[in-house]
Protein backbone atom coordinates (compact mmCIF):
# COMPACT_ATOMS: atom_id res chain seq x y z
CA UNK A 1 0.00 0.00 0.00
CA UNK A 2 1.36 3.33 -1.33
CA UNK A 3 2.21 5.97 1.91
CA UNK A 4 1.81 9.54 1.41
CA UNK A 5 4.33 11.58 2.16
CA UNK A 6 2.85 13.43 4.92
CA UNK A 7 1.76 9.97 6.12
CA UNK A 8 5.47 8.55 6.29
CA UNK A 9 6.54 11.66 8.05
CA UNK A 10 4.09 10.98 10.60
CA UNK A 11 4.99 7.11 10.70
CA UNK A 12 8.79 8.27 11.23
CA UNK A 13 8.17 10.96 14.06
CA UNK A 14 5.76 7.54 15.73
CA UNK A 15 8.71 5.15 15.68
CA UNK A 16 11.55 8.43 16.81
CA UNK A 17 9.05 9.13 19.76
CA UNK A 18 8.72 5.68 20.77
CA UNK A 19 12.39 5.16 20.57
CA UNK A 20 13.08 7.91 22.99
CA UNK A 21 10.36 6.86 25.32
CA UNK A 22 12.47 3.47 25.93
CA UNK A 23 15.56 5.19 26.22
CA UNK A 24 17.51 3.60 23.95
CA UNK A 25 17.71 4.94 20.48
CA UNK A 26 20.76 7.30 21.51
CA UNK A 27 23.13 4.05 22.43
CA UNK A 28 21.73 2.10 19.80
CA UNK A 29 22.70 4.66 17.16
CA UNK A 30 26.22 5.22 18.92
CA UNK A 31 26.94 1.52 19.21
CA UNK A 32 26.17 0.87 15.50
CA UNK A 33 27.30 4.16 13.71
CA UNK A 34 30.74 4.47 15.25
CA UNK A 35 34.38 2.78 14.85
CA UNK A 36 37.28 1.88 17.43
CA UNK A 37 40.38 1.76 16.48
CA UNK A 38 43.08 0.74 18.93
CA UNK A 39 46.70 -0.82 19.48
CA UNK A 40 50.15 -0.66 20.54
CA UNK A 41 53.01 1.08 19.38
CA UNK A 42 56.81 -0.31 19.56
CA UNK A 43 60.18 0.05 18.36
CA UNK A 44 61.95 -2.70 16.96
CA UNK A 45 63.19 -4.37 19.72
CA UNK A 46 59.17 -4.52 20.89
CA UNK A 47 59.52 -2.54 23.92
CA UNK A 48 56.46 0.01 24.26
CA UNK A 49 56.99 3.79 23.34
CA UNK A 50 54.95 6.32 25.53
CA UNK A 51 54.18 9.08 24.55
CA UNK A 52 53.66 8.88 21.02
CA UNK A 53 51.70 11.03 18.97
CA UNK A 54 49.01 9.17 16.98
CA UNK A 55 46.35 11.20 14.82
CA UNK A 56 43.87 9.87 12.14
CA UNK A 57 42.27 12.42 9.05
CA UNK A 58 39.88 12.19 6.73
CA UNK A 59 41.10 14.86 4.44
CA UNK A 60 37.43 15.00 2.66
CA UNK A 61 35.03 15.22 5.57
CA UNK A 62 37.67 16.91 7.27
CA UNK A 63 37.35 14.76 10.57
CA UNK A 64 39.97 14.44 12.73
CA UNK A 65 41.11 12.87 15.88
CA UNK A 66 44.30 12.88 17.89
CA UNK A 67 45.94 10.50 20.90
CA UNK A 68 49.07 9.96 23.22
CA UNK A 69 50.14 6.36 23.66
CA UNK A 70 49.90 5.65 27.68
CA UNK A 71 52.58 4.09 29.53
CA UNK A 72 52.16 0.72 28.46
CA UNK A 73 52.27 2.23 24.27
CA UNK A 74 48.32 1.92 23.89
CA UNK A 75 46.49 4.38 22.19
CA UNK A 76 42.84 4.21 21.36
CA UNK A 77 40.27 6.32 18.89
CA UNK A 78 36.18 5.53 19.99
CA UNK A 79 33.66 6.76 18.22
CA UNK A 80 35.43 7.10 15.02
CA UNK A 81 32.33 7.83 11.80
CA UNK A 82 32.28 4.96 9.39
CA UNK A 83 35.08 6.05 6.36
CA UNK A 84 38.66 5.37 5.20
CA UNK A 85 41.70 7.49 7.52
CA UNK A 86 44.78 8.03 6.85
CA UNK A 87 46.79 7.51 10.15
CA UNK A 88 50.26 8.88 10.86
CA UNK A 89 52.19 8.72 14.03
CA UNK A 90 55.19 10.80 14.90
CA UNK A 91 57.53 10.37 18.29
CA UNK A 92 60.98 11.75 18.74
CA UNK A 93 64.26 9.61 17.69
CA UNK A 94 61.76 7.78 15.25
CA UNK A 95 60.91 7.87 11.24
CA UNK A 96 57.38 9.27 11.03
CA UNK A 97 54.83 6.19 10.34
CA UNK A 98 51.74 6.44 7.85
CA UNK A 99 49.42 4.15 7.00
CA UNK A 100 45.48 4.20 5.47
CA UNK A 101 43.03 2.09 7.32
CA UNK A 102 39.15 1.64 6.39
CA UNK A 103 36.89 1.27 9.57
CA UNK A 104 33.68 0.26 8.51
CA UNK A 105 32.36 -1.63 11.69
CA UNK A 106 31.18 -1.10 14.83
CA UNK A 107 33.93 -4.21 15.66
CA UNK A 108 36.77 -2.77 17.19
CA UNK A 109 39.70 -2.62 14.97
CA UNK A 110 43.83 -3.31 15.95
CA UNK A 111 46.04 -2.13 14.52
CA UNK A 112 49.85 -2.78 16.74
CA UNK A 113 52.60 -0.30 14.52
CA UNK A 114 56.26 -0.51 14.65
CA UNK A 115 58.38 2.56 14.49
CA UNK A 116 61.66 2.37 13.45
CA UNK A 117 64.65 4.36 14.42
CA UNK A 118 65.57 7.61 12.19
CA UNK A 119 65.54 11.03 11.62
CA UNK A 120 62.05 13.12 11.21
CA UNK A 121 62.72 13.91 7.84
CA UNK A 122 62.68 9.97 6.68
CA UNK A 123 58.91 8.42 7.04
CA UNK A 124 57.65 4.66 6.89
CA UNK A 125 55.34 4.34 4.77
CA UNK A 126 53.34 1.24 4.95
CA UNK A 127 50.93 -0.19 1.84
CA UNK A 128 46.73 0.42 2.48
CA UNK A 129 45.20 -2.63 4.37
CA UNK A 130 42.38 -4.47 2.58
CA UNK A 131 39.26 -1.94 2.18
CA UNK A 132 41.06 1.20 2.30
CA UNK A 133 41.90 3.50 -0.29
CA UNK A 134 43.55 6.40 -1.15
CA UNK A 135 41.63 9.90 0.36
CA UNK A 136 43.06 12.45 -2.16
CA UNK A 137 41.25 11.65 -5.38
CA UNK A 138 40.57 13.98 -8.56
CA UNK A 139 36.87 13.02 -8.33
CA UNK A 140 34.80 14.21 -5.53
CA UNK A 141 31.57 11.82 -6.69
CA UNK A 142 33.55 8.44 -5.82
CA UNK A 143 33.55 9.90 -1.71
CA UNK A 144 30.16 11.64 -1.99
CA UNK A 145 28.67 7.81 -2.46
CA UNK A 146 30.81 6.17 0.04
CA UNK A 147 29.82 8.68 2.56
CA UNK A 148 25.74 8.22 1.69
CA UNK A 149 26.30 4.71 1.10
CA UNK A 150 27.86 4.70 4.93
CA UNK A 151 25.32 6.77 6.39
CA UNK A 152 22.72 5.02 5.24
CA UNK A 153 24.07 1.35 5.91
CA UNK A 154 24.35 2.86 9.68
CA UNK A 155 20.91 3.97 9.51
CA UNK A 156 19.32 1.13 8.77
CA UNK A 157 21.57 -0.70 11.45
CA UNK A 158 20.44 1.93 13.93
CA UNK A 159 16.80 0.09 13.20
CA UNK A 160 17.94 -3.20 13.42
CA UNK A 161 19.49 -2.64 16.68
CA UNK A 162 16.50 -0.41 18.29
CA UNK A 163 14.64 -3.65 16.97
CA UNK A 164 16.11 -6.41 18.90
CA UNK A 165 16.36 -3.80 22.08
CA UNK A 166 13.00 -3.75 22.00
CA UNK A 167 12.28 -7.29 22.22
CA UNK A 168 14.50 -7.71 25.33
CA UNK A 169 11.47 -5.70 27.47
CA UNK A 170 9.21 -8.88 28.52
CA UNK A 171 6.03 -7.32 28.02
CA UNK A 172 6.96 -6.60 24.94
CA UNK A 173 8.42 -10.17 23.74
CA UNK A 174 5.32 -11.54 25.30
CA UNK A 175 2.88 -9.92 23.32
CA UNK A 176 5.12 -10.30 19.95
CA UNK A 177 5.01 -13.82 20.87
CA UNK A 178 1.40 -14.41 21.42
CA UNK A 179 0.37 -12.30 18.25
CA UNK A 180 -1.06 -9.22 20.25
CA UNK A 181 2.19 -7.03 19.31
CA UNK A 182 3.75 -6.66 15.85
CA UNK A 183 7.28 -4.51 15.50
CA UNK A 184 8.25 -3.17 12.08
CA UNK A 185 11.44 -1.38 11.34
CA UNK A 186 11.34 1.41 8.75
CA UNK A 187 13.70 4.02 7.34
CA UNK A 188 12.28 7.43 5.72
CA UNK A 189 14.79 8.73 2.97
CA UNK A 190 14.23 12.45 2.90
CA UNK A 191 17.17 12.54 -0.19
CA UNK A 192 14.25 10.36 -2.10
CA UNK A 193 10.47 11.18 -0.17
CA UNK A 194 10.72 7.64 0.22
CA UNK A 195 9.86 4.75 3.31
CA UNK A 196 12.02 1.47 3.39
CA UNK A 197 10.05 -1.04 5.63
CA UNK A 198 12.56 -3.48 7.17
CA UNK A 199 12.10 -7.68 6.10
CA UNK A 200 13.36 -8.87 9.40
CA UNK A 201 12.86 -12.50 7.13
CA UNK A 202 15.42 -11.36 4.84
CA UNK A 203 17.27 -8.43 6.51
CA UNK A 204 16.91 -6.15 3.81
CA UNK A 205 14.87 -2.45 3.71
CA UNK A 206 12.25 -2.60 0.59
CA UNK A 207 10.46 0.48 -0.47
CA UNK A 208 6.57 0.80 1.48
Known sequence: ??????????FAACLLVFAFLFGFAASAQSSSSSATLQ???TDPTGAVVPGVTVQIENPVS??????????????????????????????TGFKPYT???????????K????????????TVLVEAAPGAQDLIETDPSTHTDLDRSAFLDMEQEAVKVSLANLRTFPWIAE????GRLKLHGAHFSIA???????????????PA
Do not use: C, W
Not at 1 to 10: N, Q, V
Not at 175 to 178: P, S, T, Y
Not at 192 to 206: I, M, P, T
Open 111 to 122: LDITLQVGAAGE
Open 62 to 91: GYTQIAQTDASGAYAFKNIPFNPYHLSVTA
Open 192 to 206: EGRLYVLDEAEGNFR
Open 99 to 109: NDVALRSAVPV
Open 1 to 10: MPFSLRGALI
Open 39 to 41: GVV
Open 175 to 178: REKQ
